[in-house]
C-alpha cells in the first residue's frame, strides 16, 4: 500500500475534531469567561499617554492581537 492512499473515511487527521483543535478551543472557551468576568476600570499606560478602561476591553484587544498574531505565524502555506 503506498502512503499515499488515504482511508474512505478522510482519516483522524482532516476530522472536524482533532485534540489540537478542541485544546485550542477549550483555551479560547476559558479566555473568553475570564475577560468576562473581569469588569473593573484599570488605568493603562499606552506608550506615553495614560488611558482608563475597562479591564475587559483591554483584555478583549490583547487577546484579538494575539489571535492575529498567532493566525499570521501559523497559517497554512500554499503553493
Known sequence: MSPNNV?????????LFTPGRIAVAVVAVLAIVFICVNTGDVTI??????????????????????GICGGYVFRRRTR
Open 7 to 15: 482511508s474512505s473515511d478522510g482519516g483522524a487527521k482532516n476530522g
Open 45 to 66: 499606560r499606552v506608550i506615553i499617554p495614560k488611558v482608563t478602561m475597562p479591564l475587559w476591553l483591554a483584555l478583549l484587544g490583547v487577546f484579538l492581537a494575539g
